[in-house]
């Protein structure tokens, strides 16, 4: 008999908790291992359980991007599988870095929410039309942003190329990151396609994605950042 999927819920709000706990036990195929108010919580089921897939709103209270990189941490190979009440550009670009595989809006219907989870949980990505629209809007390539293998194999970056990596991430441009560096924008340009070139990506965003992931840098510094 095949192994039942493996699920954790976090969300700070127990209604909404409740119903996506009656949603995955009524499906029949997957094993709810534990709910989450808090991310503390969060961490605890993961450390225990090692689910397959998180479910979790990230924007719900005490909850914050920066627990999408920890479950990333915690369990590499665990889906996630977002669900919040509302998505700005930014948020959702930062949440996509930040390692999300499947994003459905708290308004859509209990049926697209099922097959949310039924794709996350098979290794697919799933979006629902309202997400799908902002990242249209945002023109964001969502296979440039899934590009990098995020393994626990050291990359062997440079104490120089960390440095470049984390400016680079929190939006710096080569030629600020010349200033704050004292190099010449030449010599950071080159320490950028040096540093593509160890991690095998060919844009910004899949750089920006593993500096995030590998703990150079929060995603909020890149949504904040203005310069």
Do not use: W
Not at 69 to 83: F, Q
Not at 106 to 123: D, L, P, R
């Amino acid at each position: 008999m095949p192994k039942s999927v493996s699920i954790a819920i976090a969300d700070s709000s127990p209604v909404f908790r409740m119903g996506l706990t009656s949603l995955v036990n009524n499906a029949g195929d997957y094993a709810l291992v534990g709910e989450a108010s808090t991310p503390s919580e969060l961490l605890e089921l993961l450390s225990s359980f090692k689910p397959d897939v998180v479910i979790m709103d990230f924007l719900s209270d005490g909850f914050s991007v920066d627990d999408l990189v920890d479950v990333r941490r915690e369990v590499p190979e665990a889906r996630i599988l977002a669900i919040t009440p509302q998505q700005s550009g930014s948020v959702l670009l930062n949440a996509l870095r930040a390692g999300v595989d499947s994003y459905v809006k708290k308004n859509c219907s209990i049926g697209e929410v099922m097959e949310a989870i039924q794709e996350t949980a098979i290794g697919g990505r799933f979006f629902c039309g309202q997400i799908l629209e902002a990242i249209r809007k945002e023109s964001i390539n969502v296979e440039d942003l899934a590009a990098v293998d995020y393994s626990c194999d050291p990359v062997g970056l440079s104490a120089r190329e960390a440095e470049v990596i984390t400016l680079i991430a929190e939006g710096f441009t080569n030629g600020q990151i010349a200033e704050r560096l004292f190099l010449s924008a030449h010599t950071v340009n080159t320490h950028r396609k040096n540093i593509m070139q160890k991690l095998g990506v060919n844009n910004t965003a899949a750089l920006v994605m593993y500096a995030v992931k590998s703990g150079f840098t929060s995603p909020n510094r890149f949504l904040f950042h203005q310069n």
